[in-house]
Protein backbone atom coordinates (compact mmCIF):
# COMPACT_ATOMS: atom_id res chain seq x y z
CA UNK A 1 0.00 0.00 0.00
CA UNK A 2 1.91 2.90 -0.98
CA UNK A 3 2.22 6.33 1.52
CA UNK A 4 -0.26 8.87 2.11
CA UNK A 5 2.02 11.03 3.26
CA UNK A 6 4.62 11.39 1.19
CA UNK A 7 7.96 13.97 2.21
CA UNK A 8 10.09 15.01 -0.82
CA UNK A 9 12.65 18.10 0.43
CA UNK A 10 14.14 20.03 -1.56
CA UNK A 11 18.04 21.07 -1.08
CA UNK A 12 17.57 23.92 1.03
CA UNK A 13 15.39 21.99 3.26
CA UNK A 14 17.52 19.36 3.79
CA UNK A 15 20.83 21.79 4.60
CA UNK A 16 18.45 23.16 7.64
CA UNK A 17 17.52 19.76 8.53
CA UNK A 18 21.22 18.66 8.66
CA UNK A 19 22.32 21.81 10.25
CA UNK A 20 19.65 21.05 12.78
CA UNK A 21 20.49 17.44 13.29
CA UNK A 22 24.39 18.58 13.58
CA UNK A 23 24.11 21.75 16.03
CA UNK A 24 25.06 21.85 19.24
CA UNK A 25 22.56 23.46 20.68
CA UNK A 26 19.71 21.60 19.72
CA UNK A 27 16.72 20.11 21.40
CA UNK A 28 16.50 16.49 21.61
CA UNK A 29 13.33 15.75 20.47
CA UNK A 30 13.57 18.53 17.97
CA UNK A 31 16.69 16.67 16.34
CA UNK A 32 15.09 13.07 16.48
CA UNK A 33 12.08 14.60 14.29
CA UNK A 34 14.58 16.15 11.88
CA UNK A 35 16.43 13.16 11.68
CA UNK A 36 13.03 10.91 11.31
CA UNK A 37 12.22 13.20 8.30
CA UNK A 38 15.77 13.62 6.66
CA UNK A 39 15.28 9.43 6.82
CA UNK A 40 11.94 9.67 5.38
CA UNK A 41 12.45 11.95 2.08
CA UNK A 42 11.54 10.27 -1.10
CA UNK A 43 12.91 12.41 -2.85
CA UNK A 44 14.99 11.67 -6.13
CA UNK A 45 18.32 11.95 -4.09
CA UNK A 46 16.32 10.71 -0.77
CA UNK A 47 17.30 7.93 1.74
CA UNK A 48 13.73 6.96 1.22
CA UNK A 49 14.02 4.95 4.53
CA UNK A 50 10.35 2.85 5.07
CA UNK A 51 8.50 3.85 8.79
CA UNK A 52 9.31 0.48 10.50
CA UNK A 53 13.06 0.88 9.59
CA UNK A 54 13.02 4.52 11.17
CA UNK A 55 11.45 3.45 13.85
CA UNK A 56 14.02 0.90 14.64
CA UNK A 57 16.68 3.19 13.90
CA UNK A 58 15.68 5.82 16.01
CA UNK A 59 13.45 3.96 18.74
CA UNK A 60 10.19 5.43 18.61
CA UNK A 61 7.31 3.88 17.02
CA UNK A 62 6.02 3.04 13.24
CA UNK A 63 2.97 5.33 14.02
CA UNK A 64 5.11 8.12 15.43
CA UNK A 65 6.99 8.34 11.97
CA UNK A 66 3.77 8.55 9.95
CA UNK A 67 2.55 11.63 12.47
CA UNK A 68 5.46 13.29 11.81
CA UNK A 69 5.60 12.63 7.97
CA UNK A 70 1.68 13.63 8.37
CA UNK A 71 2.61 16.56 10.62
CA UNK A 72 5.71 17.70 7.79
CA UNK A 73 2.94 17.40 4.40
CA UNK A 74 0.09 19.37 5.92
CA UNK A 75 1.45 21.77 8.40
CA UNK A 76 4.83 21.97 6.68
CA UNK A 77 8.25 21.16 8.02
CA UNK A 78 8.63 23.43 11.02
CA UNK A 79 5.37 22.14 11.85
CA UNK A 80 6.95 18.38 12.03
CA UNK A 81 10.38 19.35 13.95
CA UNK A 82 8.96 22.00 16.63
CA UNK A 83 7.17 21.17 19.82
CA UNK A 84 3.15 22.45 19.39
CA UNK A 85 1.77 24.08 22.40
CA UNK A 86 -0.77 22.13 24.48
CA UNK A 87 -3.68 24.01 24.25
CA UNK A 88 -4.81 23.32 27.99
CA UNK A 89 -1.44 22.97 28.94
CA UNK A 90 0.37 25.50 31.02
CA UNK A 91 0.63 28.92 28.94
CA UNK A 92 -2.89 28.57 28.37
CA UNK A 93 -4.75 31.67 29.58
CA UNK A 94 -5.37 32.51 32.95
CA UNK A 95 -8.88 32.19 34.60
CA UNK A 96 -8.64 34.89 36.70
CA UNK A 97 -6.30 38.02 36.26
CA UNK A 98 -4.47 39.80 38.96
CA UNK A 99 -7.91 42.19 40.03
CA UNK A 100 -9.93 38.76 40.26
CA UNK A 101 -7.39 37.18 42.05
CA UNK A 102 -7.09 40.45 44.74
CA UNK A 103 -11.26 39.96 44.69
CA UNK A 104 -11.46 36.40 45.47
CA UNK A 105 -9.08 37.34 48.09
CA UNK A 106 -11.40 39.77 49.40
CA UNK A 107 -14.40 37.52 49.04
CA UNK A 108 -12.37 34.94 50.65
CA UNK A 109 -11.34 36.99 54.11
CA UNK A 110 -14.85 38.25 54.42
CA UNK A 111 -17.39 36.88 56.59
CA UNK A 112 -19.05 33.55 55.14
CA UNK A 113 -22.78 34.11 53.96
CA UNK A 114 -25.44 33.13 56.78
CA UNK A 115 -25.99 29.35 57.90
CA UNK A 116 -21.84 28.88 57.15
CA UNK A 117 -19.12 28.99 59.32
CA UNK A 118 -16.98 29.25 56.18
CA UNK A 119 -16.61 29.59 52.66
CA UNK A 120 -16.11 26.63 50.85
CA UNK A 121 -14.27 26.93 47.58
CA UNK A 122 -17.43 25.84 45.69
CA UNK A 123 -19.54 28.52 47.00
CA UNK A 124 -16.38 31.19 46.66
CA UNK A 125 -16.82 29.66 43.03
CA UNK A 126 -20.56 30.51 42.79
CA UNK A 127 -19.63 34.14 44.61
CA UNK A 128 -17.26 35.03 41.63
CA UNK A 129 -19.93 34.07 38.91
CA UNK A 130 -22.83 35.88 40.93
CA UNK A 131 -20.83 38.90 41.42
CA UNK A 132 -19.87 38.55 37.28
CA UNK A 133 -16.08 38.90 38.25
CA UNK A 134 -16.07 35.39 35.79
CA UNK A 135 -18.42 33.89 33.42
CA UNK A 136 -17.88 30.44 34.97
CA UNK A 137 -14.97 28.93 37.05
CA UNK A 138 -14.25 25.63 39.00
CA UNK A 139 -13.85 25.53 42.85
CA UNK A 140 -10.44 23.81 41.84
CA UNK A 141 -9.17 26.93 39.99
CA UNK A 142 -10.50 28.63 43.52
CA UNK A 143 -8.34 26.24 44.98
CA UNK A 144 -5.02 26.62 43.91
CA UNK A 145 -5.30 30.49 43.78
CA UNK A 146 -5.95 31.04 46.84
CA UNK A 147 -3.10 28.46 47.34
CA UNK A 148 -0.65 30.34 46.01
CA UNK A 149 -1.32 33.43 48.02
CA UNK A 150 -0.43 34.14 51.14
CA UNK A 151 -3.62 35.23 53.07
CA UNK A 152 -4.83 34.26 56.45
CA UNK A 153 -8.30 33.01 56.38
CA UNK A 154 -8.85 33.58 59.88
Same mark, same amino acid.
Given at each position: MPKKYVIELSRAEREMLQGM? @?? &?RVAARKRQHAQIVLKADQAADGPAWTDERIAEAFDVTARTVERIRMRCVEHG *? $? $?AVERRQNPNGPLQRKKLDGAAEARLCQIACGVAPDGRQSWT?? @? *?? $? &? *?VELTVVESISDETVRTTLKKTRSSHG
Open positions: V @LG &K *L $D $DMQ @L *LA $D &K *L
